[in-house]
């Protein structure tokens, strides 16, 4: 692009232009943004934390079964 003396830019100032523009747009978008409260941060935490607590302990059971169940067809081939 030609400004208007009528030279061309180089690399630097276009990449210096575009580097500018992208910290002041994202400046911009991070005003914009709306953080959570704490109360609803703690509230998030405990129901993944009680999710994860739940889906392991059905895995650890579903684990123990199959082991229990392989180990009683192991004996009976013997």
Known sequence: MADKSGKK?????KA???ISKFF????????KMVWPTPR?????TG???ATIIVIG???FGLDTLL????GLIMNVAK
Do not use: I, M, P
């Open 57 to 59: 302990l059905f895995v």
């Open 67 to 70: 082991v229990n169940l392989l």
């Open 16 to 18: 210096g232009k575009s």
């Open 47 to 49: 129901v993944v934390l």
């Open 9 to 13: 830019e180089n690399f630097f100032t």
């Open 40 to 44: 609803s941060v703690f509230k998030n």
């Open 24 to 31: 002041r747009e994202t400046k911009s978008e991070a005003k």
